[in-house]
């Protein structure tokens, strides 16, 4: 949970930002909780439906209400609660379906699917910024799979494999930060907790640079 210090001023424009963002994300989440089962239905194997986006919008979901209470944003017109209410009848129909054999095996085909195009940009140290969004939400997906699997010699291997590639791309801080400035230069990544190192890169690189 990000904590607000005492006489930090809160941007009102980014505020409004993430709630109408908020807004959207708890719209997609509930077409998707609505029509995954058919999806998983129609769709056998590694091919098809994946199950990474639900799981990855469900947490940026998460992200955004706790920032949006710790900056104290209830209002008359943006309740909270409401959208907590509307989230908790969804999770309930989504948990009985992430309980089922066929999700599962697909969060473990995409969990390594996700390891291998994230070992791929550490290799090469992200492909240029045109991709560069887009190889940072593999990144967020394989944390939101990681989830719901438990560990076993598989899934540790997997672990291992990020690690290596998290330690390479953390040693190249600094100089990422400065290849990709612009995408670090507003706040609109605020409310991904701090463990989401490689959405606080310049908060990272700064200690990195403490360091030496």
């Given at each position: 949970?990000?904590?607000i210090?005492?006489?930090?001023k809160?941007?009102?424009?980014?505020?409004?930002?993430?709630?109408?963002?908020?807004?959207?994300?708890?719209?997609?989440?509930?077409?998707?909780?609505?029509?995954?089962?058919?999806?998983?239905?129609?769709?056998?194997?590694?091919?098809?439906?994946?199950?990474?986006?639900?799981?990855?919008?469900?947490?940026?979901?998460?992200?955004?209400?706790?920032?949006?209470?710790?900056?104290?944003?209830?209002?008359?017109?943006?309740?909270?609660?409401?959208?907590?209410?509307i989230?908790?009848?969804?999770?309930?129909?989504?948990?009985?379906?992430?309980?089922?054999?066929?999700?599962?095996?697909?969060?473990?085909?995409?969990?390594?699917?996700?390891?291998?195009?994230?070992?791929?940009?550490?290799?090469?140290?992200?492909?240029?910024?045109e991709?560069?969004?887009?190889d940072?939400?593999?990144?967020?997906?394989?944390?939101?799979?990681?989830?719901?699997?438990?560990?076993?010699?598989?899934?540790?291997?997997?672990?291992?494999?990020?690690?290596?590639?998290?330690?390479?791309?953390?040693?190249?801080?600094?100089?990422?930060?400065?290849?990709?400035?612009?995408?670090?230069?507003?706040?609109?990544?605020?409310?991904?907790?701090?463990?989401?190192?490689?959405?606080?890169?310049k908060?990272?690189?700064?200690?990195?640079?403490?360091?030496?």
């Open positions: 949970m990000r904590i210090k005492r006489n930090e809160v941007n009102k424009k980014l505020i409004e930002k993430f709630k109408e963002e908020l807004k959207r994300e708890i719209t997609f989440y509930r077409e998707d909780v609505e029509n995954i089962e058919l999806r998983l239905k129609e769709t056998q194997g590694k091919n098809g439906y994946n199950v990474n986006p639900i799981l990855s919008d469900r947490s940026k979901i998460s992200f955004l209400l706790n920032y949006l209470k710790d900056t104290k944003t209830d209002t008359e017109t943006f309740n909270l609660k409401e959208y907590e209410k989230l908790n009848f969804l999770d309930k129909k989504f948990e009985k379906i992430k309980q089922r054999k066929d999700f599962q095996e697909k969060c473990l085909d995409e969990l390594e699917t996700l390891a291998n195009n994230w070992t791929h940009t550490a290799q090469h140290t992200f492909s240029g910024p991709n560069f969004m887009h940072l939400e593999w990144r967020d997906e394989y944390e939101a799979i990681l989830k719901e699997l438990k560990d076993d010699k598989e899934i540790l291997k997997i672990k291992e494999k990020i690690k290596e590639a998290d330690k390479k791309l953390q040693k190249t801080a600094p100089q990422l930060l400065k290849r990709f400035h612009d995408f670090y230069e507003n706040s609109e990544w605020d409310y991904y907790p701090k463990s989401y190192w490689w959405r606080h890169l908060e990272f690189a700064e200690k990195q640079e403490g360091k030496k």
